[in-house]
């Protein structure tokens, strides 16, 4: 009797548990897809040609947005440039060279830590740093030079991760037809864990593109021309979107929603680019 | 592509250890040019560890010690300024596992090649062709070599590791029990292509299968391990149809009766 | 059988295709790097403390960390963290009441009971809210979050701690989440087939046995969402206020450190007093996160090394 008992007690508990955590995976969910949903209804009516190609008017509350995008372009295109080779050739050390030691562990320490720097000391970093001391001042290599500084750990958590998952069987295979260690990872395992590589870089990006806080201090002017050399200082997404919607003077929310939406779609558009990408190459390759 | 040296191994009181424990001790044989020599034994008798001794792979797990000599045609192979990588070019391995790379079959053949310099399209072409005519696979992929290796049949994947290793021509083939892994039909090939191989090039086979040993080699080396304490050594080698009807040692004729496995 | 073909000796000895010097220099190349991550890192320290130093020698690491008052521009200043700190306590505090369960059970439930259709789409869904840049959260707060807080407490201004905390928590729940569900996942089936043999619902397996086996990087995943709260800089600019006051109960508007540092750093001079102070305050900030990421580390490699696979 009372194991029956028992047993009801312990199905209404599993119940009553999966009804909860549920109920929280499913509350994640449906804020997700509110977040996005919110964006795209308040800024969908702001998006037009003129929105994305034109240059502000009338202090910011017309027009369009053209140079916060091609600042927040150039800023991307400037954090890959530092990024990634440094971020690619870290993980090809940690995952083909490094031995087992205290260095290593360090040097992994290291890069988990600056995975949880806040992003506001990098901002000061950078702006001592490239600002300051080697005199770049503010600018958009220096806001670059500071945001790939954050992007890094992304890069070369995923460039390991990657290179990990390449059998050893074909690096067997290389050393045996008589090719150097270099060569084999050059030619055979960093080929192989390109997509994985390539995929965990781009979300890198897609979140530096994302900050303010870095570039805060180090490159950005609520109001510059088009960047024609990487001192200038420049105009960006992020930035544009928190001056608009806490200090403008005069409030103008069609141009921030519009500008929260640009500013998302770029970034969900690179990471699901990425992904499907990855997918396509994993489909070829099966392990 | 086949070897030009002859090929021809010397092995004198080889040992083998993982830091401070001895696995393999005491190996002292030779491998003749252009045959097959059969390396057999129980599993964790140090066939394969030998085998891996031949071209240095052993070199690359940290930790190694390889005493005694071996001479390749005469010349110290762990001399001073004998160089591992270069050394694999001329002693070239099959595996296990079929391992080819993801990417093209021809990517796949001229990788080796492409390596020592090799750069005009029409001698990269030649070598393609002569490596999978040697490998037996050529007339079956001739028609679509930008296919991807993986989508290949097990069977065809080996042969294609094989053209793959013989692209660089090296005197010396070393086969890591390359029909294991493979249905009964495509290991018949495998075993068809080392007797066509073996005119011009030395094999040295690492075999579990005793039956598959007795068909295609004309030497035979049993090694055996016999306790946990006690690094393997070789038991006895010599001419496989004397190994197989009539062998010297007590322990060999144990093992090919089927005494233990 | 077969003639060794004219070429044979075409396949030896051309020009290695890499040269040995450029493997032996890029090969330098990569070693360095690995060296990157450790000079940066303490590049941050390094640089942060230079610039710190006459903060220290002016006020001194006490006072900042002790003093009541944040008066950076009167005469003569005051420049006490406390305020900037209790706010950063109660904005963290308010963010992991919502995250901590909220992440940890959708984790379980990911992890344990999600049919496998819905999976894939679930943990997209996750990888969506991480990529959401934290200005368009503080934006969405802006604009549901303050004024939902402002009626429904009856406040004069919807700018609070409170709000912000609960916008930092989704913020963080992405992390949380992916991380716990790893350590979930990372649970040998092995051992819950084994509790379910003995008679054991699917909860109880989970509670008994996953979840302490777990346990470890479920911990960790927790302190890099602390980590990730106490930094976050952009939400807490928009939503918490502006007030330089010790707040009571997280229905005040407050300061926190980073948003201080972000807020006051375009207006300082460069090299005077001020921006010394406000260095010294993200020194704090990089000491405090330095601590929780190695914690977190620590505890992520004893799991790592227990699950050796």
Redesign the interface.
Known sequence: MRHAQRIRQ??L??AT??L??????F???G???F??G??IW?GAPSISAEFIFAMPKDNMTAGGIWPAIVGTFWLTVGTAIFAIP?GV??G???AE???RGR??R??R?????????????????G???FV??LKFNQSLLAGALTLA?LT??VI?TATEESLRQV?S??R????????????TI???VL??AAPGIVTGSV?GL??A?????PI??TAVAFSAPLPRTPFDRVMAL?YH??IM??QAVKPAPHI??GT?LV??AG??IM?VAASAWRSRQRR???W | MVGVGTGVFDLNDVSVAYGKETAIAGVSMHIPSRAVTALIGPSGCGKSTLLRCL?R?ND?I?GVTVGGSIKLDGAEIYGKDVDA??????V??V?Q?P????MSIYDNVV??PK??GVRKRAELDEIVESSLTDAALWTEVKGSLKK?A?ELSGGQQQRL?IA??LA?SPEVLLMDEPASALDPISSQQIEDTIADLKEHITIVIVTHNMQQAARISDQTAFMLRESMDRPSALVEVGDTKVIFTNPTDKRTEAYITGRFG | MRQPPASQSKTRRGRP??SRTA?AV??R???L??????L??T??FV??A??SVQAFQEVGLIAMLKGADWYPTSDPASFGFLPSEVGSLWVTFVALLLCV???I??A???SE??PSGFKEF?KS?????A??????????G???VVPWVRTALGLSSGLTAFSAGLVVG?LC?PTI?SIAEDALHAVPESLRQGSLALG?????T??KVVVPAASSGIFAAVM?GL??A?????VV??LAGNSGLIIRDPFDAARTL?GT??GE??EVV?GGLHFSV??AM?LV??AV??V???A??WVLERQRRRWRR
């Open positions: 312990a199905r508990a599993e548990m999966k909860i955590t549920g109920a929280c995976l509350g994640m969910v804020l997700t897809v977040i996005l919110a964006i308040r440094i050739s870290t090809i050390y940690l060279y490094a031995q260095v290593t360090i040097i320490l290291s890069i988990a830590n600056m995975a949880g720097v806040p992003s506001i000391v990098y901002g000061l970093f702006l001592s740093v300051m001391v500084c890094l750990p070369i059998p069987d074909l067997q295979a290389s050393l045996a037809l008589g090719a150097t260690r270099l060569r050059l030619r055979v080929p192989a979300l897609s979140r593109a994302g900050e303010t806080a805060l201090v992020p979107l928190y919607a806490t921030v929603w929260a500013l998302v970034v969900t990471g070829r390759i099966r | 071209n792979m690359e940290g990588v270069e050394l694999r070019t001329r070239g391995m595996f596992r391992n080819p790379f993801p990788y080796g390596t020592l991807h993986f590791c793959r290793a660089t | 295709g890499i493997d890029v090969r190349l990569i070693a790097s690995g060296l990157v991550a450790i940066i890192l590049g941050i640089f942060l230079l610039n369960p909220v992440g059970g959708s379980i439930y990911l009971f999600t679930a869904m996750v990888e969506l809210m990529a959401v840049p934290s200005v368009v959260l503080g934006l969405l802006l604009a549901f989704v729940l989440i054991n619902t699917h909860w109880q989970t509670y890099l980590g990730r106490i930094g976050e800089t952009m600019l928009m980073t540092i972000a750093m375009a460069r406000l260095f993200a900030l990089f996160t330095f929780v990421n190695l977190a580390d």
